[in-house]
């Protein structure tokens, strides 16, 4: 009888092995088909959407950026939508918001700090929880599985008998069992509640947000602009070395930086090595030949190593590139215009020297003279004294091309300039030959200015400010010109007047 | 009164543990229950919480774009002189009251120490020229694509504007409209 | 007669009755007025009247747009619909007080009501006595810090146009549900008083025992039912009015009323092993108090502003108020139960952690652990604030990843639980009971698997899901079986169709929270777009002028059926713009729509936005399900009807612990037994 019992048993107990283990395998496959199977693609505009609802909108109350119709969360979720679709991962996007609109716009709390506490202590109390009843039931003595059994039927029976069973206090030493080990208690207890924080410590690191000092990788480009206002402002410290360093770290960054290769160049070139900082300044103007930094310190550069037409051709890159203010500041400091001038007058006395020491005389237009060069050899002679010589120069070059504007204003010129008061005459000599170039091109800037010059030296002050006021009204006011006006202050005498 | 309960009570006056133990679950929690009333009672309310500038001493995020003169703007390129970097929109009304400042702001700077470019938020082309057309002022304006400009420079509201210093770096960070003296000040007070 | 006057007088009536109530309620306990239960009578009657009165003063005001009352004036408008008009008491801070003044009153009068017979039992006399404490702060709410009547002068504008109030918030006013979801939410919330009040009585007698239990326990469970209505009534109001997908978002306000939730769900099933063993007694008075003591932290938190909440009304004075109560409540309860605390050690304790007792004390731990995480997380920016001053934020990441693994434990508890016997359990019966269920989960897990579900989540939730929801039904199917419908009545049976419907929940949860999609079209009229397999066709958009808002409205065809409507209203009076949502639901997914912007110029093309989530319909459907569960569980089953109509009217106060529902699980599990396994039957014989 027992035994036909207990075989019954065992079959049974086979059984349901065998149920409870194919429901586990369906169960357990399902679930991993589920967890490893390709899922579809994520869109990108799902991650984005993703993305926007762990972000708290900077200036709503308690709505989230996915939520928020105000401008500021549409704006983010813009900017979001781009980043992602840059390939940027979700760290580096939560990092760029939270710098920008501080950490607490950030839901997910940091697992760092204070705010990991957040995260440690749930864990801790709810292991410590489980661990306390675990303690309790472990110090009963478990009871074996016939007795569970026949005390589940006992149960039952007593169910159907007496509906409102009481449970008896059964193992009175229960309690007993674990009081009379205080030190084992205590031991165990401090083991439960270390386990319960480390735990809690590993789910704040696994869910809470990186840390302040986690770098962000991935945007060199606003890394490499940081460095460099730091050199800028190293380097207006007077802080050579430190600059020269920063410049350096860029250039590791990123090294076609123009800013920090034209920059080294120019601290190089301070430091009296100009041979060193010509490779770097060419490979500056090379990357970018509209950077107007770079050409002027190019142009000092090749000065210095005395390569005049690489000067010259990188300060009229520099002209025609409307430089700003502080550049233009900078070359006229340096004396680089005066310097490039010099060269560039000397080159055009030589050539036009040249020209006119040969055994046949040719035309100038034929040899290739420019009106320019004309002027410039013409100049070059007035500035060391020799301006009649410049003049006779010009007027040879008149007879040639009697109509050409620019020798015409180059002339008036000359001759407005040899004004002194005591020989006023050429003044007046001057006014025609500035006359007649205006009057085939009325907006020569240059023809507008000297005029204005040549007319306020004869006392003829209104044509002197209709002359300036219609070379404010051009398009373009050369900068060589406005410099002019400047330094002989020819709009205050005017305005005296 | 019922069996239960009288059941009940006999059975506590049999137990003989002193209260004690109660004591110290009741303890606790009435002083984490007073600590968190003392917390919600001094905290303030929500809606005062200041807002202060990530970029202060920084490099100013880039502003590149067409203006709506049709000319290419881009903010590294103003590196050497002041810019007031202007965030506005042609309904608010701060907005509207602060532009004759910024005019005068930038008459008083025409020589190019300084200069002022404004961003439009969340505005159309066609408000802000005639806003321009009507209040005055030249200076580069951009509105297409300005969304991420704000967002990289924080913009919580309009108008805010941004000092950014000759070297790039942000100075100042101004809510609310500006004035030309104040403008001036700060520029001042910062390069001293 | 003037409304705002007739206001005030009720609301200072209210406030002597229940001052008076007091008072009485202390003379009768003191034993120095033998005849006090007939001026209670009549002071109930008083106070509710006034309640009344104030209520129905403040729906009069509001209907004939009573500008002289400042409360109208400022909240009232003549544009706003009837409907909206009338739900427009609720819709900010004084009238909210004043419904739920209205609903303790009700609560007030069916306590009276219900313990007439019992006016000598002191445990009534002092649950008497908290709830004309709680009747008498609110009244007093009224009297000072948030006057619903203060009076106000409308007078006519500038041109001569009379005067006119803004309206309610325009979000307060575009659908129905906004009607339907604050009552019951106050229903439910103002419904915990009651099982509160019998606590302390029971606490201050020192008759510790289950007397007070059973005496609230339906009151409990009718409170947790209207509650639960409110909360989901809540998701699916703003589901439906915000048109961005979302229903649940973790902002304080929502949180504060999922906390007293989890812990009246804590007590719903620790005061079964109470009734039945006698066990967990300070846990359960701690269940009840905190659970009423959670509604007043609520409370503060929805009307500080301390905490930055859409939900929460415009801040006010009253905030200081209502943490004093708090922290009065709490002292008083802590300080009661430090007194009584040699009275109310349980007598036992657990034996087995495999039963029935053993799986509801897994169960509060978890609830209690669910509470304490969502607790901790609304409140941690204030305490990190005041720790060192900075200030973060604690939202949906935290509070998904902390109660996700709850849930699921919850969700396996939920199909073990029920089918384990009280005390101690074998292998056998968790074989019979467990075994089908079990398939059903692993089934459920298959179909979703094969319909396109991944990633571990949903997948397990469906798992668990189908595993509690086949345990669930089992019950049902093998009651049914024997006892046809009225099965379907009764604490246990109302329980397990409440389990259903908690089922559809998860599972609807974990789908629409792991499978949604979102994206923003530019239409041209005409134009289509694609989401997740459904066709967006963009067919012009319309303008309507109403009363109170001027709607410009998209025309969007949905996968070539039926037109939706998304749009965008001004409410010039209130100067607001609020986007009108429009939600296509179907029993498999939902595709909300809600318009980004109409470009100011140009064409007439629309800015919209298109969320697609699956599942969705489940929550709502769920919510009813658990609403129908609770009235099933409230309803005596047929059997106790019985015994209660044969025992007579002195069974009012202490119940019958229901031992026929919790043996039809037992018998039903034996039955299971007998039938299944020869062995354990033959043990039994």
Not at chain 1, 284 to 307: H, K, N, Q, S, T
Not at chain 2, 26 to 48: E, F, H, Y
């Amino acid at each position: 009888m027992t035994k036909q019992r207990s075989g019954v048993r065992r079959r049974h107990r086979s059984h349901r092995l065998v149920a409870w283990a194919a429901a586990a395998i369906v169960g357990v496959t399902a679930l991993a088909v589920a967890a490893f199977a390709e899922a579809p693609p994520r869109t990108n505009a799902d991650r984005a959407h993703a993305l926007a609802e762990r972000l708290a909108c900077p200036v709503c109350q308690g709505q989230s950026v996915a939520e928020s119709d105000v401008v500021v969360a549409r704006n983010i979720r813009r900017e979001i939508r781009i980043w992602v679709d840059e390939g940027r991962s979700d760290d580096y996007i939560r990092a760029q918001l939270t710098a920008i609109y501080g950490d607490d716009i950030d839901y997910t709390p940091s697992a760092s700090g204070i705010s990991s506490v957040v995260w440690i202590l749930p864990v801790v109390v709810g292991v410590t929880a489980v661990a306390g009843l675990t303690s309790v039931f472990a110090g009963r003595s478990p009871p074996s599985t016939t007795q569970v059994v026949a005390s589940s039927g006992a149960l039952a029976g007593a169910g159907a008998s007496d509906p409102t069973p009481r449970l008896r206090q059964d193992t009175p030493a229960a309690d007993g069992d674990v009081t009379t080990n205080p030190w084992r208690r205590r031991l165990s207890w401090t083991m439960a509640v270390a386990v319960a924080v480390l735990l809690g410590v590993l789910v704040a690191r696994s869910a809470g947000t990186r840390g302040e000092g986690d770098t962000i990788t991935g945007d060199v480009r606003a890394s490499a602009r940081e460095l460099l206002v730091d050199a800028q402002q190293s380097f207006a410290r007077g802080d050579m070395d430190a600059a020269v360093g920063i410049y350096d770290e860029v250039l590791e960054l990123a090294p076609s930086n123009v800013e920090a290769l034209a920059y080294k160049a120019w601290l190089l070139r301070l430091s009296g090595d100009s041979s060193a900082a010509v490779t770097l300044i060419t490979d500056a103007v090379e990357i970018d030949p509209d950077y107007v930094d770079a050409r002027v310190f190019a142009a000092a550069i090749a000065l210095d190593l005395g390569d005049n037409a690489a000067a010259v051709a990188h300060l009229d890159a520099f002209d025609r590139l409307d430089p700003p203010t502080l550049m233009r500041r900078l070359v006229s400091q340096q004396g680089l215009r005066d310097a490039v001038n010099e060269v560039k007058r000397a080159d055009a006395l030589g050539r036009v020297q040249a020209v006119m020491a040969a055994q046949s005389p040719v035309s100038f237009a034929e040899s290739g003279i420019t009106p320019e060069d004309l002027l410039l050899a013409a100049e070059a002679l007035a500035v060391s004294d020799r301006l009649f010589e410049g003049l006779e120069l010009v007027q040879r070059a008149l007879v040639e091309q009697p109509d050409d504007v620019t020798l015409n204003v180059g002339y008036g010129w000359l001759l407005g300039r040899s004004v002194s008061d005591a020989t006023p005459e050429p003044a007046t000599v001057a006014l025609t030959f500035l006359d007649r170039a205006l009057e085939s091109d009325p907006d020569h800037p240059e023809g507008l200015v000297y005029r204005a010059f040549v007319r306020s030296s004869l006392d003829d002050f209104q044509g002197a400010r209709a002359d300036l006021a219609a070379f404010d009204a051009l398009a373009v006011q050369p900068h060589r010109l406005v410099d002019l006006i400047g330094s002989f202050e020819l709009r205050a005498k005017l305005e005296g007047r | 009164m019922t069996a239960g309960a009288s059941a009940s009570q006999g059975e506590i006056r049999s137990s003989s543990r002193p209260r004690s133990r109660v004591i110290w679950i009741v303890l606790p929690v009435g002083v984490v229950v007073v600590l968190l009333v003392l917390m919600m009672a001094t905290s303030d309310s929500s809606m005062d919480r200041a807002v202060d500038s990530h970029l202060l001493g920084e490099v100013a995020p880039v502003i590149a774009g067409r203006t709506t003169d049709g000319e290419w703007f881009d903010i590294d390129d103003q590196r050497g002189i002041w810019v007031i970097v202007n965030f506005f929109s042609t309904t608010c009304v701060p907005c509207v009251v602060e532009h004759p400042e910024l005019v005068a702001f930038s008459e008083a700077n025409a020589a190019g120490d300084a200069v002022v470019v404004s961003i439009a938020f969340d505005d159309s082309a066609a408000n802000v020229v005639d806003f321009f057309a009507r209040n005055g002022g030249d200076w580069p304006v951009l509105v297409t694509d300005t969304a991420g400009v704000a967002v990289r420079y924080g913009v919580t509201g309009v108008p805010e504007s941004y000092l950014v210093a000759p070297n790039g770096a942000v100075v100042a960070k101004i809510i609310g409209g500006v004035t030309a003296n104040g403008l001036q000040e700060l520029i001042t007070q910062v390069s001293a | 007669m003037n409304n705002a006057v007739l206001g005030s007088a009720a609301v200072a009536l209210g406030m002597a009755g229940s001052l008076g109530g007091i008072i009485v309620v202390a003379l009768g306990l003191s034993g120095r007025r033998p005849r006090w239960w007939g001026d209670i009578k009549l002071l109930v009657a008083v106070t509710t009247a006034a309640g009344v009165a104030a209520f129905v003063v403040m729906e009069r005001a509001l209907i004939t747009r009573d500008f002289t009352v400042a409360f109208v004036a400022e909240h009232g408008s003549t544009r706003t619909p009837a409907l909206f008009n009338f739900a427009t008491l609720w819709s900010a801070l004084e009238g909210s007080i004043i419904l739920w003044t209205l609903v303790l009153c009700g609560y007030l009068t069916a306590v009276v009501l219900k313990f007439r017979r019992r006016a000598d039992d002191p445990m009534v006399a002092w649950a008497l006595l908290a709830l004309f404490v709680v009747c008498t702060f609110f009244f007093g709410l009224m009297v000072g810090p948030a006057d619903p009547f203060r009076s106000f002068d409308p007078r006519p504008l500038a041109d001569g146009t009379p005067f006119d109030g803004p309206g309610p918030n325009p979000l307060l006013q575009n659908h129905v549900l906004m009607a339907f979801h604050p009552p019951l939410l106050y229903l439910g919330y103002v419904g915990f008083t009651v099982p509160f009040a019998f606590a302390i009585g029971a606490l201050a007698t020192g008759r510790v025992g289950e007397g007070w239990l059973l005496a609230t326990r339906r009151w409990t469970l009718m409170a947790w039912g209207l509650l639960t209505l409110g909360i989901v009534l809540g998701a699916w109001w703003s589901y439906e009015t915000l048109g961005w997908g979302g229903y649940w978002a973790w902002d304080p306000v929502e949180n504060a009323s999922l906390l007293p939730w989890l812990t009246a769900t804590a007590f719903l099933h620790s005061v079964m092993v109470q009734e039945r063993h006698g066990l967990l007694r300070v846990w359960n008075l701690s269940l009840v108090i905190s659970t009423f003591a959670l509604t007043i932290l609520g409370t503060f938190i929805t009307r500080s502003g301390v905490l930055a909440s859409v939900h929460a009304f415009v801040e006010s004075g009253i905030g200081p108020a209502i943490l004093g109560f708090f922290a009065l409540i709490v002292a008083v309860s802590l300080v009661l139960i430090a007194w009584r605390g040699d009275q109310i050690r349980s007598p036992g304790s657990i034996g087995s952690p495999l039963s029935r007792e053993g799986a509801f004390l897994a169960n509060n731990l978890l609830f209690a652990l669910f509470a304490f995480v969502v607790l901790l997380g609304t409140i941690f920016p204030l305490i990190v604030e005041a720790i060192d001053g900075r200030s973060i934020s604690v939202g949906n990441p935290y509070f998904e990843q902390m109660t996700m693994p709850i849930g699921f434990v919850l969700l396996f508890l939920m199909a073990v639980a029920p089918v384990l016997p009280w005390r101690r359990t074998s292998a056998a019966v968790l074989h019979n009971r467990l075994l089908w269920p079990a398939w059903i989960g692993v089934a459920a897990m298959v179909v979703a698997v094969t319909v396109g579900a991944r990633g571990w989540v949903p997948v397990l939730a469906v798992g668990l899901g189908g595993f509690a929801g086949g345990s669930a039904a089992r019950h049902l199917v093998l009651v049914g079986r024997r006892q046809g419908l009225r099965a379907l009545v009764g604490r246990t049976n109302g329980g397990m169709i409440v389990h259903l419907g908690v089922v559809m929940i998860a599972v609807a949860l974990a789908a629409s929270n792991s499978y949604v999609s979102q994206s923003e079209f530019v239409l041209d009229p005409g134009q289509e777009a694609e989401i997740s397999g459904h066709t967006l066709r963009y067919e012009g958009s319309y303008i309507i002028e109403h009363s109170n808002r001027l709607e410009r409205t998209a025309r969007v065809r949905i996968d070539g059926g039926a037109v939706y409507r998304p749009g965008i209203a001004v409410y010039p009076f209130a100067g607001q713009t609020i986007r009108v949502a429009s939600v296509r639901s179907t029993l498999t997914d939902d595709v909300a729509l809600s318009v980004v912007r109409f470009p100011e110029e140009g064409g007439d093309s629309v800015a919209l936005r298109a969320t697609v989530q699956p599942l969705i319909v489940w929550l709502w459907i769920g919510g009813a399900v658990m609403g129908l569960g609770t009235l099933a569980a409230v309803l005596p089953s047929r059997r106790r009807r019985r015994t209660s109509s044969a025992a007579g009217d002195h069974q009012d106060l202490v119940e019958d612990p229901d031992p026929p529902e919790d043996s039809d699980t037992t018998a039903g599990a034996g039955a299971d037994i007998g039938a299944g396994t020869p062995v354990v039957g033959g043990v039994i014989s």
